[in-house]
Structures are given as structure tokens and as C-alpha cells.
């Protein structure tokens, strides 16, 4: 078994869990709560996310019929399974949600990084330990990949968190 789909099914358990906890938490309290709200749309991301795994990577790619890019792949999974409509840019990308330290990363989150030389030029969607999804270059495409390897350390630019209990798809924070 290849190590990411050891990883996709962690994933997955995770997310279960994740999902029946939520379920829990809505029968207690017959009202849906932001806090539950935001558990349901990272789990649904998550998930759809890693579905995409293996998808061909495509520059200016929106779509996984014809491929996508980093930010199209962000877009995507954000409007498919959040309803978020997103910009297809990373550095546009990067003005959305609140900005958070990597101490406070979170599945679901977006993490950015440097690769062209300028800030916010790529961008993935974070797992939990220390992994992410995204999409990478020509001949790789969509795939998991470790946070904690030199190539991204060296490059992390930033999180924001676009899905939040206090926030729940605000845009445009400065901070």
C-alpha cells in the first residue's frame, strides 16, 4: 500500500469520527450550531479534497475533467463543497478568512507558500500532522505531501482560516 493512501484512509477515519461526533452534538441540541456548521463544511472539504488525489495537474486548470492548478484545485474544492466562491489566484486567496499561526492549524485550513520567488504564490488545504493537499506541478497533480519536508518549510508563508465556528465564510481580514 502506498504511504498517501495509508494517509487517505487515516483521512478518512478521521473524518468519521469527526462526522459522528457533529451528529452527536446535533442530537443534543436540536438547533445546528456555527461550531457544527463549520465541523460539517471542513469534513465535507476534507473529503471531496482528498477524492481528488491523483487528478492531472493543469496550469490554469478549474476543473478535474481538464486538470487543475493550485489555486483552481483551492476554488474547487471550496465551492463544490462549501459553496464558497473563492478567486482562482493564491495570492487573491490569501485576503480571505483570518489569519492564523501554524501553531493553530486545523484540518480544513489554507496554507501558503512561496514557490515563485514572491509570497502567497502556491496554496494547499491542510489535513491535520502536519500534512496538506494540493495541487502540484505538471506530472504530479493533486497529491498529499508533508509539511515538515525542507522544500515546504523553507517556503511557508502563512494559514488562513476561511472556515471557522466565528467565522463562517467572511473574506477580506488584514490581519
Known sequence: MRPYNTFLLGGFLLLASM?????????????????????????????????????N?????????TGLDCSGFVSHVYQQAAGLILPHNARAISMFGQKIAI???????????NTMRHTYSHVGIYLGENK??????????????????????????????VVTSHLPFAAASNE
Open 19 to 55: 462526522a459522528s461526533t457533529a451528529d452527536s452534538i446535533d442530537a443534543e441540541a436540536p438547533k445546528q450550531t456555527a461550531f457544527t456548521s463549520s465541523i460539517d463544511k471542513a469534513s465535507e472539504m476534507l473529503m471531496y479534497a482528498l477524492s481528488l488525489v491523483g487528478v
Open 57 to 65: 495537474y493543469k496550469y490554469g486548470g478549474k476543473s478535474p475533467e
Open 103 to 113: 501553531s493553530e492549524l486545523q484540518p480544513g485550513d489554507l496554507v501558503f507558500f
Open 132 to 161: 496538506f493537499v494540493h495541487a502540484s506541478v505538471t506530472g504530479r497533480g493533486v497529491e498529499v505531501v508533508d509539511m515538515k519536508e525542507n522544500y515546504w518549510v523553507k517556503r511557508f508563508n502563512g494559514a488562513r482560516r
